[in-house]
């Protein structure tokens, strides 16, 4: 399963492809890295990458789903964003930004219904369309004052994680 991560502001897409014992296979916005990763204690974890050894300590914080992340030299920020808090942020409207050119569904859902057509000029904040996942319904803003240039979706379709919706111009 892929999971986004955002780290100090860059959001990257991590996928766990293999792990056996200490060698793990991730790929990284696409990108395949093979390491040998061991945890040594609690939030302490030992890397070698490339013939070359990082120690690491992840500390949790207060919220949920972010910690930072010391290593010898530097320290981040990270945020795991898997499904479930992409698709809260969405439905609250914070996961959309406004100058997006896209609305990508957050998580499988059917699509409920579509409240405008190929052409429409549309306001920021005017919903769009209505995606029922996880036994809610959720509503979908525009991010921002535009056209919509492409529907790839019905009313009625079952639409996967992170397929794009519609597309403004």
């Known amino acids: 399963m892929k999971t986004e991560i955002n780290i100090n502001g860059?959001?990257?897409?991590?996928?766990?492809?293999?792990?056996?014992?200490?060698q793990v296979k991730v790929s990284?916005?696409?990108?395949?890295?093979?390491?040998?990763?061991?945890?040594?204690?609690e939030g302490i974890y030992s890397a070698l990458?490339?013939?070359?050894?990082?120690?690491?300590?992840?500390?949790n914080t207060s919220s949920k789903r972010h910690y930072?992340?010391?290593?010898?030299?530097n320290s981040y920020d990270i945020e795991v964003i898997d499904p479930q808090a992409r698709y809260l942020k969405n439905r609250s409207g914070a996961g959309q930004q406004a100058s997006g050119?896209?609305?990508i569904s957050p998580m499988p859902g059917k699509v409920v219904k579509i409240l405008v057509k190929e052409g429409d000029e549309v306001e920021a904040g005017q919903t769009v369309m209505t995606?029922?996942?996880?036994?809610?319904?959720s509503e979908f803003k525009a991010p921002r004052d535009a056209k919509v240039k492409k529907i790839?979706?019905?009313?009625?379709?079952?639409?996967?994680?992170?397929?794009?919706?519609m597309v403004f111009e």
Do not use: C, P, W
């Open 68 to 73: 930072t992340v010391n290593t010898f030299y």
């Open 28 to 41: 990284v916005d696409g990108e395949i890295i093979e390491l040998d990763l061991a945890k040594l204690g």
């Open 49 to 59: 990458l490339n013939a070359k050894s990082y120690n690491i300590e992840m500390v």
């Open 101 to 103: 050119d896209t609305i």
């Open 152 to 165: 790839n979706i019905a009313e009625g379709d079952v639409v996967d994680g992170n397929q794009v919706m």
């Open 10 to 22: 860059r959001t990257a897409e991590v996928e766990l492809l293999h792990r056996e014992g200490h």
């Open 131 to 137: 995606i029922s996942a996880m036994k809610m319904e």
